[in-house]
Nanobody
Framework: VQLQASGGGLVQAGGSLRLSCAAS????????LGWFRQAPGKEREFVAA????????YYADSVKGRFTISRDNVENTVYLQMNSLKPEDTAVYYC???????????????????WGQGTQVTVSS
């Protein structure tokens, strides 16, 4: 599977953005999917994840209640709806796919086999 992230941009604090990650490949529906972000000078950090059937979602504490991850296995796309954005949400956001098998360590970057190119989100105060 290959991933293409989009939807980033500049938004004021309190605003919203929806990121999309379009995937190619017929086995998209079998992948667990995650969103990570990386701010300048910081390590890549987990944001949200969703299992392959969409039956389970996971969030970092810092975004819980503000961000929502969802997927459309017909459109081969995973979304990240981001509301009530804060300046500290500023980062490059990456989508990632995990082929599955075994325990799903959703918050670990090393769990994921494939990464998209990233999309910049900037939140001004």
């Amino acid at each position: 599977v290959q991933l293409q992230a989009s939807g980033g941009g500049l938004v004021q604090a309190g605003g919203s953005l929806r990121l999309s990650c379009a995937a190619s490949g017929r086995t998209f529906s079998k992948y667990n999917l995650g969103w990570f972000r990386q701010a300048p000078g910081k390590e890549r950090e987990f944001v949200a994840a969703i299992k392959w059937r969409g039956e389970s979602t996971y969030y970092a504490d810092s975004v819980k209640g503000r961000f929502t991850i969802s997927r459309d296995n017909v459109e081969n796309t995973v979304y990240l709806q981001m509301n009530s954005l804060k300046p500290e949400d500023t980062a490059v956001y990456y989508c990632a796919a995990d082929a599955g098998g075994g325990t799903y360590y959703y918050a670990s970057p090393s769990e994921y086999d494939t990464w998209g190119q990233g999309t910049q989100v900037t939140v001004s105060s």
